[in-house]
């Protein structure tokens, strides 16, 4: 069963920055949207950013000009550049790879988590 595997999680002060790495742990032979998503404690899941296999980006409107999500179709891999990071970042991020003839689903990471403290 394929998984995904997020790196590059830790700690940063406010005003940091990280970048979040996920490819999968073998062959997905489906062409996939990449995207992250992030659950704070007490929070549902939300939509952080996604791009699609032509390079299209999409973010969630809160976080457009401070997170940039990136792809290397060669490495199967996504990234998620975060910049300026704040409190309110802190949140467990996780990976998805969504084959384009899924609506939904496909597969997940198991999670990196990102705290920024002051």
């Known amino acids: 069963q394929v998984h995904l595997v997020e790196s590059g999680g830790g700690l940063v002060q406010p005003g940091g920055s990280l970048r979040l790495s996920c490819a999968p742990s073998?062959?997905?032979?489906?062409?996939?949207?990449m995207g992250w998503y992030r659950q704070a404690p007490g929070k549902e899941r939300e939509f952080v950013a996604s791009?699609?296999?032509?390079?299209?980006?999409n973010y969630a409107d809160s976080l457009q000009g401070r997170f940039t999500i990136s792809r290397d179709n060669a490495r199967d891999t996504v990234y998620l550049q975060m910049n300026s990071l704040k409190p309110e970042d802190t949140a467990v991020y996780y990976c998805n790879f969504r084959p384009l003839h899924l609506v939904s689903g496909g597969y997940w990471g198991q999670g990196t988590q990102v705290t920024v403290f002051s």
């Open positions: 073998g062959t997905i032979s489906s062409i996939s949207v």
């Open positions: 791009v699609s296999p032509n390079g299209r980006t």
